[in-house]
């Protein structure tokens, strides 16, 4: 099994920025990827940014040029830096981990951190 916990997620204002980082532990393996999801209220959850192993790096074209994924190897940590905030990126925030084949494939869900952007 693999924990993953979410943290740096709030309110903030359009144009701004949060950074949320999320912890791993568990049964890792040695070449996971990871990646974070959003769920906003009455849409699908989406894939906004992943990352292998490797640091290879997907994002969704809405976030493109505004958002960064990262990875700390060493503390089993990833990170997603968020600028120029808009109100529809407001939503619930997921960290998980999981495989890259091609494209990324999630395994592990973490409970999820709320962004809300708004003036």
């Known amino acids: 099994q693999v924990q993953l916990v979410e943290s740096g997620g709030g309110l903030v204002q359009p144009g701004g920025s949060l950074r949320l980082s999320c912890a791993a532990s568990?049964?890792?393996?040695?070449?996971?990827?990871m990646g974070w999801y959003r769920q906003a209220p009455g849409k699908q959850r989406e894939l906004v940014a992943s990352?292998?192993?490797?640091?290879?790096?997907n994002y969704a074209d809405s976030v493109k040029g505004r958002f960064t994924i990262s990875r700390d190897n060493a503390k089993n940590t990833l990170y997603l830096q968020m600028n120029s905030l808009k109100p529809e990126d407001t939503a619930v925030y997921y960290c998980?981990?999981?495989?890259?084949?091609?494209?990324?494939?999630?395994?592990?869900w973490g409970q999820g951190t709320q962004v809300t952007v708004s003036s």
């Open positions: 998980t981990s999981g495989t890259w084949i091609g494209t990324y494939f999630p395994d592990f």
């Open positions: 568990g049964r890792l393996g040695s070449n996971y990827a």
């Open positions: 990352i292998s192993s490797g640091g290879r790096t």
